[in-house]
């Protein structure tokens, strides 16, 4: 098993940047693949970012593209989503999740353990 468990969020304006943290705890950590995703209200749950775990490889969904960095540190079993240049449509609730297969997906459904969710709520 995995716990998951998100940080960082909050209100921001336009513009500004937050950095969300997620930590780890249990099982091999070091070995999956971990992804970002949010969901606004009304809204599907969407792809934001992922990063492999071979050779750290990111993706990037292409609204997000150029804004946001996902990084992560293997020793201390977290992963960072650094959001600049935040914008009013980029608020939702934001998710981190796990792929124990370690292969980073932009579909939610190749994770297996999620967290509780951060909010982060940009204003105009």
């Known amino acids: 098993q995995v716990q998951l468990v998100e940080s960082g969020g909050g209100l921001v304006q336009a513009g500004g940047s937050l950095r969300l943290s997620c930590s780890a705890s249990?099982?091999?950590?070091?070995?999956?693949?971990m992804g970002w995703f949010r969901q606004a209200p009304g809204k599907e749950r969407e792809f934001v970012a992922t990063?492999?775990?071979?050779?750290?490889?990111?993706y990037y969904a292409d609204s997000v593209k150029g804004r946001f960095t996902i990084s992560r540190d293997k020793a201390k079993k977290t992963v960072s989503l650094q959001m600049d240049s935040l914008k009013p449509e980029d608020t939702a609730i934001y998710y981190c999740?796990?792929?124990?297969?370690?292969?980073?997906?932009?579909?939610?459904?190749?994770?297996?353990?999620w967290g509780q969710g951060t909010q982060v709520t940009v204003s105009s």
């Open positions: 249990g099982r091999t950590f070091s070995s999956y693949a």
């Open positions: 999740a796990a792929d124990p297969a370690g292969h980073s997906s932009r579909l939610a459904s190749r994770y297996d353990y």
């Open positions: 990063i492999s775990w071979s050779y750290d490889t990111t």
